[in-house]
């Protein structure tokens, strides 16, 4: 079992800045692939960024390319999410997972077996 602990979201003005924490415990954080997914009001939750297990590769949504930066840290059981130039369009709820599936790049809810219970991120126009 991991356990996933989201934190940093919050309300900002369009073009602003937030970073987003994801701290894990439980079972050794090395040994998982890491995502972002969000889910805004009306609408399916969808993928946002991955990380490999070693800190590389890193995938994103082209929605979110070039704004948003995927990161870990493995001596602190955590990913971040640096999301710069933020657009209303990002607000949503943002969730982190863990992949145990070994996937190259895994953007698909399925490809995940455990997440977290979501940080709200709100951009206002």
């Known amino acids: 079992q991991v356990q996933l602990v989201e934190s940093g979201g919050g309300l900002v003005q369009t073009g602003g800045s937030l970073r987003l924490s994801c701290a894990a415990s439980g079972r050794t954080f090395s040994m998982y692939d890491m995502g972002w997914f969000r889910q805004a009001p009306g609408k399916e939750r969808e993928w946002v960024a991955a990380?490999?297990?070693?800190?590389?590769?890193?995938h994103y949504a082209d929605s979110v390319k070039g704004r948003f930066t995927i990161s870990r840290d493995n001596a602190k059981n955590t990913v971040y999410l640096q999301m710069n130039n933020l657009k209303p369009e990002d607000t949503a709820i943002y969730y982190c997972?863990?992949?145990?599936?070994?996937?190259?790049?895994?953007?698909?809810?399925?490809?995940?077996?455990?997440w977290g219970q979501g940080t709200q991120v709100t951009v206002s126009s």
């Open positions: 990380i490999d297990r070693s800190g590389d590769p890193v």
């Open positions: 997972a863990a992949s145990s599936r070994m996937k190259s790049i895994p953007t698909l809810e399925k490809d995940y077996d455990y």
